[in-house]
């Protein structure tokens, strides 16, 4: 039987095999050139490592059927049969190699698919971050204009209730809970008498007021309601002095005690008040002068009918010393009327403006009223002590008037030392004013009763003693010489302390300027 050639069947093999080799390595070459560009692309790497299962696959099988051909042309076959089982075992292991990448391609492929689906979330994320991140860096600067723009309002308040706060003219404060002093403006520094409002922080409110009670019902209003308005008392400076106000007051904190604190203002009504009780006891002045020099002209005729006939009739009685005494009584009675009508003419005249003012020496008036007294005075053991400054001007003033209220307050003087005892008179100029001070170390005045002194009919001493219009005369006339009467009992000024007076009458008069 004749058999067709072989060799094109072998040279095809032989080609084939050639093939096979050129272009699992072209392809191997063209996978890694792709991975090389996408480094981080799971499908190129994929590729890759397939191209490279092919090529070994290839070298197995192709370089297997090529050494089968040389070796039996060779002459060497038994080298084929030594070689093939070790070929066929690497195309075994190569094909299961390739076929064992072509079916986890898909898993790979489902993987790749969760990887992209993965990474597309995350780039949402990362876009939802970046504009998420974006409007709150916007945010961020809108807040940071809105906060500026905050400051700046909020430091503008500031600066004008701080400009307004120090130039009020009335006195704002702002105390704690415990009813210290935590601020005040300059108004209430100087209604305090005080030149640092350092000196007052941390001082209690309290002890400012005049009367405690009054500091009591202003916290417990204040407390109760939350605010307290118009209510008005009285503090004392820091030199003593007595100031009128009207405080309109807030808890800071409406709570159970004001556990924060108040803030009030605080008006100085103090020259107000003075000029409003100034201009009543002037009213009251006048009226009652009507009234007095009324009753004294009607009662003063009458008067001298009885003292008349009661004079008559002493002479014609001398032998019948009932009758007599009794008549004296009559007398004596009557006179003592005639001295209140006198008082009541005085008082009533008090307003009278046609005074007879001339230039006059106050020292003069002075030394001429003791003269007068001086001798009864020493009798009952009481003592001048003078302080007359040379070195003051003439003044215009009637020296009547001047001597008459003179001799009203050493009288006073005499009732309230009684026996042994010490006035004392100083004249000296302040701030073009004319200073006379009277003072005694007598009993001095009660408080209960210190601003009454000055009313007409006002008087503490016994029946037949006095009228109660001396001080209320006397105050008339000083205010008609544009002067002022104030009395201090016991007296602030440590050199009246120190010498032991209990009553100080300070009279302030208007000087000329003349020379003495």
């Known amino acids: ?85 070790i070929s066929g075992s690497l195309n075994s292991i190569c094909f299961i190699v390739v076929a064992a990448l072509s079916f986890v391609y898909p898993s790979v492929q489902n993987v790749i698919s969760l990887v992209r689906s993965d990474a597309e979330k995350l780039r949402k994320a990362k876009e939802d971050l970046e ?52 601020d005040i403006n300059p108004s209430g520094v100087a209604l305090l008498g005080f030149n640092d409002k350092n000196e007052l922080i941390g001082q209690p409110m309290v002890n400012f007021f005049a009367e405690k009670k009054d500091w009591q019902e202003y916290v417990r209003t204040t407390c109760q309601s939350g605010f307290i308005k118009d209510f008005e008392t009285k503090l004392i400076a820091k030199d003593g002095q007595e100031k009128y106000v009207i405080i309109t007051a807030h808890a800071t904190k409406k709570s159970s005690g004001c556990k924060i604190g108040f803030e009030g203002i605080a008006k100085d009504i ?45 002479k014609d009685f001398k032998d019948k010393p009932d009758v007599f005494e009794e008549l004296s009584i009559i007398e004596s009675q009557a006179e003592v009327c005639k001295k209140i009508v006198s008082d009541l003419l005085s008082f009533a005249r008090s307003s009278d403006k046609s005074y007879s003012k001339l230039d006059i020496s106050i020292n003069d008036c002075i030394l001429q009223t003791v003269d007068i ?19 003051i001007p003439y ?12 001799l009203n307050l050493l009288n006073n003087s ?19 004013s004319l200073v006379v001070e009277f003072g005694d170390n007598g009993c001095g005045i009660s408080p209960d009763i210190k601003d009454k002194i000055f009313d007409p009919f006002f008087t503490t001493k016994p029946p037949r003693k006095g009228t109660g ?14 002067g002022k009467f104030e009395v201090y009992s016991p007296p602030k000024n440590p050199y009246h302390l120190s010498l032991g007076l209990k009553t100080v009458f300070v009279i302030t008069l208007p000087t000329d300027d003349k020379s003495s």
């Open 395 to 406: 003044i215009e003033a009637d020296p009547d008037k001047l001597r008459q209220v003179f």
């Open 469 to 482: 219009l001396g001080l209320s005369v006397s105050y008339g006339i000083i205010q008609e010489h544009n």
């Open 270 to 314: 103090t020259s107000y008040r003075k000029m409003t009780e100034k201009l009543i006891y002037s009213e009251k002045m006048a009226s009652l002068g009507q009234l007095a020099s009324g009753i004294a002209h009607e009662i003063n005729t009458p008067l001298n009918i009885i003292l008349g006939y009661a004079q008559m009739l002493k």
């Open 131 to 182: 504009r998420i991140n974006q409007e709150l860096r916007e945010l961020h600067q809108t807040l940071e204009d809105k906060v500026r723009q905050r400051t700046q309002e909020l430091l503008a308040s500031e600066s004008k209730f701080r400009r307004l706060f120090e130039s009020s003219g009335e006195a704002i404060f702002f105390c704690d809970s415990q009813g210290r002093i935590s």
């Open 1 to 85: 039987m004749n058999f067709l050639p072989l060799y094109p069947i072998y040279s095809v093999d032989f080609l084939g095999s050639f093939l096979m080799l050129l272009l699992s390595f072209a392809t191997l070459g063209y996978a890694r050139r792709l991975r090389k560009e996408h480094p981080k692309s799971v499908l190129f790497i994929y590729l890759f490592g397939l191209s490279t299962a092919f090529v070994a696959f290839s070298i197995s099988r192709s370089i297997g059927h090529m050494l089968r051909f040389i070796f039996i042309y060779a002459g060497v076959p038994e080298w084929w049969k030594a070689l093939s089982p």
């Open 373 to 391: 007294v001086k001798h009864t005075f020493e009798r009952d053991g009481i003592k001048f002590y003078l302080e007359l400054s040379k070195d």
């Open 414 to 432: 005499r009732d309230a030392i009684g026996n042994n005892g010490l006035i004392f008179i100083k004249t000296y100029l302040e701030d073009k």
